[in-house]
């Protein structure tokens, strides 16, 4: 069956480090991955989109790449910040409308 | 201000007493889909739909219904709840200009 996978359930990172977030999926290819932050009890908010054929795509302190050989995408948040805490869930569309969505990474940034 | 309202934020009721969970965006999106989130599952979708009156089965449809009678509504129908339908539920839209899906707040719906 398709799948998204985010391989790191936690990753705990240092202030002003680089945090790097995986996402592989597998059995198809996604025209686009999706990348969003989900803060507790609150619901998910868009970061960034890259298509297929772009290698990379960046938003500020965020920078997303897409790698249809590796069938992976990493997600980076460089300078992080405390503020920066929060589950980031990558997505995949494998058309239009049909979303399927990793189980996402919860980010610490300590002090 | 754009965005997706879902009601009710809470919910508990008991197996088989059908409820609706209600849906609206004011941003004119074609699409719309019902998501329930789960513990070390992710986000799962139920439905979509692509515009009014067109709607299609997600990964999990078992159990749930919907309707898409005016483009700014996406009721979420559970006919007889169970409790495996205990979960955090996002109803979302987007357009397909830019692919972004603006989430409503969820609803935690408990059925005992």
């Known amino acids: 069956s398709q799948k998204i996978e985010q391989n790191s359930e936690a990753l705990n990172i240092q202030e002003g480090k680089t945090a790097t977030l995986t996402c592989n999926y597998t059995n198809y290819s996604p025209a686009y991955l999706q990348w969003y932050r989900q803060d507790p009890g609150r619901g998910p908010v868009f970061l960034l989109l890259i298509r297929e054929n772009e290698k990379e795509k960046r938003k500020e302190r965020l920078k997303v790449t897409f790698d249809t050989t590796l069938k992976q995408s990493l997600f980076h948040i460089t300078a992080s910040q405390p503020a920066d805490s929060a589950t980031y869930l990558c997505?995949?569309?494998?058309?239009?409308?049909?979303?399927?969505f990793g189980s996402g990474t919860r980010l610490s940034i300590r002090p | 201000e754009a965005q997706v309202t879902q009601n009710p934020r809470y919910l508990i009721t008991v197996t088989g007493k059908k409820l609706t969970v209600t849906c609206s965006q004011n941003m004119n999106h074609e699409y719309m889909s019902w998501y329930r989130q789960d513990p070390g599952l992710g986000l799962r979708q139920i439905y979509y739909s692509m515009n009014v009156e067109v709607t299609d089965k997600g990964d999990v449809p078992e159990g749930y219904k919907v309707s898409r009678k005016e483009k700014r509504n996406f009721p979420l129908i559970l006919e007889s709840p169970s409790p495996n339908q205990t979960s955090l539920y996002f109803c979302a839209s987007w357009t397909s200009m830019s692919y972004e899906q603006y989430f409503g707040p969820g609803t935690r719906l408990t059925v005992t």
């Open positions: 997505a995949g569309h494998s058309s239009a409308s049909k979303i399927i």
